[in-house]
């Protein structure tokens, strides 16, 4: 060999790269960054009020999450992990109404009235005990 390269390159030496670290999420107005978990989470047709009429959303994943230490918890409704189309905090003031036929009314924080359908009444139960419980831990 006269120490030029030639051949065949696919079997050519790559050392591997050190994974890129994540970067931290920069807080923005004036918020500090929270770890935040999902404590419960379910599917619902949503439901916005526009014009004095509920127009529909479609079907969105609506999940309850919060951070215990920090007692801070809120109501988001989303369409994926990247898309949120609203979000309510709960706090004592955060009204939840269950309402016939498997409906629920909050407003989100926005002050923007919204209605949300579950599959089931048991869904609905379980999503308002768990509002209730986050929201008696805000107290």
């Known amino acids: ?3 030029t390269r030639s051949g065949n390159t696919s079997l050519t030496y790559t050392a591997p ?3 890129k670290k994540k970067k931290q999420v ?6 500090e960054v929270v770890n935040t978990a ?3 989470a379910v599917a619902v047709t949503a439901y916005k009020l526009v014009d004095g009429n509920f127009t529909s959303q479609g079907k969105l ?3 309850i999450i919060g951070n215990h230490s920090e007692s801070s918890y809120k109501l988001l409704l989303y369409v994926s992990k990247q ?5 309510a905090n709960i706090n004592v003031n955060f009204h939840f109404a269950i309402q016939p036929s498997n409906y629920a009314n909050f407003y989100d924080s926005a002050r923007q009235n919204w209605s949300m359908l579950f599959e089931s009444a048991k869904q609905l139960v379980e999503f308002a005990r768990q509002v209730s419980g986050t ?3 805000c107290v």
Request: hydrophobic share 25%; glycine share 12%.
């Open 26 to 31: 920069e807080p923005t107005d004036g918020q």
């Open 135 to 137: 929201s008696v831990t």
């Open 17 to 19: 790269t050190e994974p």
């Open 38 to 40: 999902v404590l419960h």
């Open 61 to 63: 994943g609506a999940a």
């Open 83 to 87: 898309q949120q189309i609203t979000h």
């Open 1 to 3: 060999m006269d120490g």
